[in-house]
Nanobody, 126 residues
Framework: QLQASGGGLVQAGGSLRLACAAS???????MGWFRQAPGKEREFVAA????????HYTDSVEGRFTVSRDITKNTVYLRMTSLKSENTALYYC??????????????????????WGQGTLVTVSS
């Protein structure tokens, strides 16, 4: 089970931290965050390896968003700063059992074996 939380309403320039609480089975999985804005397709945001040693971001959030994981709590976080109105979206956490090299999440994609949590809504007001 993947349970995302932490979304809310924030002004442009503000910050939020999303959390994804995962069942123990996901403790070594590659984890990621995707988002879907109204009328748009789901897009990749960030991913982190099972050991938390490797991360990958989409270009538009590089330097503003930070993905991390607390292995002891089986929780993955997405710290978002300098938020912009275009960051408004439903944010989903995702998990993949493949190794980092083989996981579609590591290249900014998802596959048929990607597990999804429910989304958490982030609204950035300008």
């Amino acid at each position: 089970q993947l349970q995302a939380s932490g979304g809310g309403l924030v002004q442009a320039g503000g910050s939020l931290r999303l959390a994804c609480a995962a069942s123990k089975r996901y403790s070594s999985y590659v984890m990621g965050w995707f988002r879907q804005a109204p009328g748009k397709e789901r897009e990749f945001v960030a991913a982190i390896s099972g050991t938390a040693h490797i991360t990958h971001y989409t270009d538009s959030v590089e330097g503003r968003f930070t993905v991390s994981r607390d292995i002891t709590k089986n929780t993955v976080y997405l710290r978002m700063t300098s938020l912009k109105s275009e960051n408004t979206a439903l944010y989903y956490c995702a998990a993949d059992s493949s190794s980092w090299v083989r996981s579609p999440l590591s290249s900014g994609n998802y596959g048929p074996r990607t597990a999804w949590g429910q989304g958490t809504l982030v609204t950035v007001s300008s």
